[in-house]
């Protein structure tokens, strides 16, 4: 079946631009997930949602950053007035629920450069 | 957020088993111990997962300490396309939290 998708596989912005990013989780999975990864370093998380709500938005860096998932499904990571330190590899993954349990399946991540 | 130490890189040798170490000595009676993998330009990728038993799947096994307080990863034949950052993570009801991996290299 078809997995998790991330669109645009790349993107280039120039700083204060703002930007977004979509993920399409696996069809039926109620937890959404985000994480942002920067060069040698593993996955930061930013936030989940459990169905339409998000669950916790702890990792959000600070309020530039927003995130929607409006039907319980397709999410967007939504980043304004963007800075050369945003630019990494921001990575979406879904699961059935949130449970400790739970596998989670990863997107091939959007890449974003800020120049 | 319980915490795992794992070594930075490790190397094997094709067709070699390869055992992966993780220490979780604060690790909580309800944390599950996960697996993945990250190949090169892709994203993190589930291995294997376990509470208390040890475990086996198509992919590999992993080795819990009675106490729980450490865990090994074992790839049972490593191949070239083994090659990639493997994190130990302890996850209860949270979002997984990364540490930075093992990088594990295969020579042919």
């Known amino acids: 079946g078809a997995g998790v998708s991330q669109t645009p596989s790349n993107k280039v912005t120039e700083k204060g631009k703002y930007v977004e990013l979509r993920c399409d989780p696996i069809?039926?999975?109620?937890?959404l997930y985000w994480y942002r990864q920067s060069l040698g370093q593993g996955p930061e998380f930013l936030i989940y949602?459990?169905?339409?709500?998000?669950?916790?938005d702890s990792g959000l860096p600070n309020d530039r950053f927003f995130a929607v998932r409006p039907e319980g499904s397709v999410s967007t990571l939504k980043i304004q007035r963007t800075e050369r330190g945003d630019s990494a590899v921001y990575l979406c993954?879904?699961?059935?629920?949130?449970?400790?349990?739970?596998?989670?399946?990863f997107g091939p991540g959007t890449r974003l450069t800020v120049l | 957020d319980a915490k795992t130490t794992q070594p930075n890189s490790m190397e094997s040798n094709e067709e070699e088993p390869v055992h992966l170490p993780c220490n979780h000595s604060?690790?909580?009676?309800?944390?599950?111990i996960h697996w993945y993998r990250q190949l090169p330009s892709q994203g993190p990728e589930y291995v294997i997962h376990g509470l208390t038993s040890n475990v086996n799947n198509r992919m590999a096994s992993l080795a819990i300490a009675e106490d729980r307080k450490s865990s090994t990863l074992i790839l049972h034949r490593a191949t070239l396309r083994d090659a990639a950052v493997y994190y130990c993570?302890?996850?209860?009801?949270?979002?997984?939290?990364f540490g930075k991996g093992t990088r594990l290299s295969v020579i042919a």
């Open positions: 604060t690790i909580s009676g309800t944390d599950y």
């Open positions: 069809s039926g999975h109620t937890a």
């Open positions: 993954a879904s699961s059935l629920r949130a449970g400790g349990i739970d596998t989670q399946y």
């Open positions: 993570i302890l996850k209860g009801n949270t979002p997984l939290v």
């Open positions: 949602f459990q169905g339409t709500g998000a669950a916790d």
